[in-house]
């Protein structure tokens, strides 16, 4: 009698790497050159000259620009972490791959984290370059002393924004289209993560809304870095913000499922 052949089941390692090489060609396929270069060059700049006008036509001086710019250069990380991660599903279910991925034996968090690695890599870079900007346009000081905690609390807000990204491209599983919601996140940031101004001047609700969003605490790890606080200040919001990564990656892989289910009985598994 013929032994029955076993079903096929690449390990961890190979559906990280091989979605993470992949991915940009595929799914990923909108970020082209001019996008990855676009997203880290001008885009920190733009977004951050435009607010800091805003300050100074508001009356605001020398600090509270500060503030505003070092906001927008770590804002900027929504982008290529929340906006294009989340696009992702749009863009399996317009070439019609969706249906071949769900049925994958492959390791769901090994795919969703590979895919992952390179909006990370992008991420880093944006929220550096924004600094960059911030220092030599705005004058904010960035001590040298101050880079290992700074590099990172970027690092940490870069794996928990892209976290948050995916499990919203789990939630537009069941849409129609994730371009609203990702768009949606990508301006409550604005207005609830202390990019423009501290979030104890929101009203009590909207500041406990703040604090469920991975990028208040990324911000904020990257101020206080930013700012020469102690190490130990700091590594309570690196805890946070790693709460926060973990959390993401997690209801990610967990929620997926449930809207799965939800997108073939309602017929959205295919509908782009």
Known sequence: MATPLLAYRPSFWQTFWTNAVMAPRTSLGFMRVDFVLGTIFIVPLTQMV?????????????SEIAYTAVGNAVATVTYSSVFSVCQTTDSEKQQGTMEHLLVSPANRF???????LIPILISLATVAVGLTYAALIYGVSIPLAVFPTLIVSIVLTAFAMVGFGLLLGGVAL???????????????????????????????????AGDALP???????????????????????????????????????????????RALSTGSIARF
Do not use: C, D, H, M
């Open 50 to 62: 435009f607010f800091a006008f805003v300050v100074q036509l508001g009356g605001g001086g020398a």
């Open 110 to 116: 090994a795919l969703y984290f590979g895919r992952g």
């Open 174 to 208: 069941y849409l129609r289209t994730s371009i609203i919601l990702g768009n949606i996140f990508l301006f409550v940031g604005l207005l609830l993560s202390g990019v423009n101004f501290p979030l104890s001047s929101l009203p009590v609700p909207l500041q406990w």
């Open 215 to 261: 990028l208040t605490w990324g911000l904020a790890a990257i101020r206080a870095a930013v700012a020469g606080e102690s190490l130990g200040s700091i590594a309570v919001l690196w805890g946070a913000v790693g709460i926060a990564a973990v959390a993401s990656f997690g209801a990610a892989v967990g929620l997926w499922k449930v809207f799965e289910r």
